[in-house]
């Protein structure tokens, strides 16, 4: 099960005022295997919260204003594949995909299992096979249509929930890029 955390000074309840109001979408490893952007959201979560106790006037300005709203791991399954391999073998397993594993991909290696979340998603799902594959074992398969996958649904769903955000920006990690 994957949490969200939201970060906003009310003085209404929650469902009366931050589930509407303007708000940013920070979420981590859509690819399992980018370990590091759960840190990265961490350390802006800390950030955020260290700024406003002690007093930093843009922190308190965007907290009261607006809301943010934290998603550290997406691809729960897929974090939890690579923290037990360690500790079984301590080796690191290069997972990209969720561990939703389909018939057709049986014959894959297991961390060619599973789909693509990043890919999942409907806007130009399955465009071409350039930016996402329909081959079961690559590691960019989107999936058989979008929104298949239990982890880019309760996205979907969240973020119709909460009409107030603006801006999501889905943390990645590969190479000196901010993507
Ligand atoms: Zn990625």
């Known amino acids: 099960m994957a949490y969200?955390?939201?970060?906003?000074?009310?003085k209404e309840s929650y469902e009366q005022e931050l589930k509407s109001r303007r708000s940013i979408f920070l979420n981590g490893v859509h690819h399992?295997?980018?370990?590091?952007?759960?840190?990265?959201?961490?350390?802006?979560?800390?950030?955020?919260?260290?700024?406003?106790?002690?007093?930093?006037?843009?922190y308190i300005d965007l907290m009261t204003n607006a809301a943010?709203?934290?998603v550290?791991?997406?691809?729960?399954?897929?974090?939890?594949?690579?923290d037990k391999a360690w500790i079984m073998t301590s080796k690191f397993e290069y997972i990209r995909k969720n561990r939703h594993v389909y018939d057709k991909q049986r014959g894959c290696q297991p961390e060619d299992?599973?789909?693509?979340?990043?890919?999942?998603?409907d806007y130009q799902f399955g465009d071409n096979d350039d930016g996402s594959s329909g081959m079961a074992c690559a590691e960019d398969f989107?999936?058989?249509f979008?929104?298949?996958?239990?982890?880019?649904?309760?996205?979907?769903?969240?973020l119709l929930e909460h009409r107030?955000?603006?801006?999501?920006l889905n943390f990645h990690a590969w190479g000196p890029l901010f993507i």
Request: proline share 4%; glycine share 10%.
């Open 32 to 58: 399992a295997r980018e370990l590091t952007t759960i840190s990265q959201i961490m350390f802006t979560m800390l950030g955020l919260l260290h700024g406003y106790e002690h007093g930093n006037r843009e």
């Open 142 to 144: 989107r999936g058989p």
């Open 146 to 158: 979008a929104f298949s996958e239990p982890e880019t649904k309760a996205v979907r769903d969240f």
């Open 4 to 10: 969200a955390l939201m970060l906003g000074a009310t």
């Open 164 to 168: 107030g955000v603006k801006i999501a």
């Open 113 to 121: 299992q599973g789909v693509d979340l990043n890919r999942n998603y």
């Open 68 to 70: 943010i709203i934290i």
């Open 72 to 82: 550290p791991m997406v691809n729960v399954d897929g974090v939890f594949y690579i």
